[in-house]
T-cell receptor, first 111, second 114 residues
Framework: QKEVEQDPGPLSVPEGAIVSLNCTYSNSAFQYFMWYRQYSRKGPELLMYTYSSGNKEDGRFTAQVDKSSKYISLFIRDSQPSDSATYLCAMGGGSNYKLTFGKGTLLTVNP | EAGVAQSPRYKIIEKRQSVAFWCNPISGHATLYWYQQILGQGPKLLIQFQNNGVVDDSQLPKDRFSAERLKGVDSTLKIQPAKLEDSAVYLC????????????FGPGTRLTVL
């Protein structure tokens, strides 16, 4: 079993849809959970950062962490064509501060 | 604030040749990371530097890959000799400290090994 599992998609939605992206993990030591967005031919950029369990909202984006289920989610409301990108979950824990990334989900928002 | 700079952006070599990548992190960032991102995969950490010391190189194929960070600023990653499976995007990232802070990524170097 991989430490981090993420459905690679691709996921195609119409503009204005609510998008749900998910990752599961197996390492109970993970406490830091992040979502990165990666546009084609670019490096990843941090979108959301959550410590431990709970929800975090930033504009149209909401990140949720359920440590009991080892499951994290990213919701995008009112999706826009500019949201079309690959979304990577990343997580870490412990003193080595190492991040483990998921494979990424390719999202296309159609106008 | 200038971002993480990497060069070259693209490189095509034949197997068994050598190649080097360069990274200039954001000014003042103590921690520098090199990741390998194979097509369709997430970034995989190759090596992490704190200033000019190595923190983690457990996933660096040391028989062919080497990296250094001179004076705790710029870094180079070298592959010698290259194999077909080294075809990937090599990403450099930096952060203020080695804790779980935001990592800022460069645009990457896309390597193709023929």
């Amino acid at each position: 079993q991989k430490e981090v599992e993420q459905d690679p998609g691709p996921l195609s939605v119409p503009e204005g849809a609510i998008v749900s992206l998910n990752c599961t993990y197996s390492n109970s030591a993970f406490q830091y959970f992040m979502w990165y967005r990666q546009y084609s031919r670019k490096g990843p950029e941090l979108l959301m950062y959550t410590y431990s369990s709970g929800n975090k909202e930033d504009g149209r984006f909401t990140a949720q962490v359920d440590k009991s289920s080892k499951y994290i989610s990213l919701f995008i409301r009112d999706s826009q064509p500019s949201d079309s990108a690959t979304y990577l979950c990343a997580m870490g824990g412990g003193s080595n501060y190492k991040l483990t990334f998921g494979k990424g989900t390719l999202l296309t928002v159609n106008p | 604030e200038a971002g993480v700079a990497q060069s070259p952006r693209y490189k095509i070599i034949e197997k068994r040749q050598s190649v080097a990548f360069w990274c200039n992190p954001i000014s003042g960032h103590a921690t520098l990371y090199w990741y390998q991102q194979i097509l369709g995969q997430g970034p995989k950490l190759l090596i992490q530097f704190q200033n000019n010391g190595v923190v983690d190189d457990s996933q660096l194929p040391k028989d062919r890959f080497s990296a250094e960070r001179l004076k705790g600023v710029d870094s180079t990653l070298k592959i010698q000799p290259a194999k077909l499976e080294d075809s990937a995007v090599y990403l450099c990232a930096s952060s203020k400290t080695s804790e779980y802070n935001e990592q800022f990524f460069g645009p990457g170097t896309r390597l193709t090994v023929l």
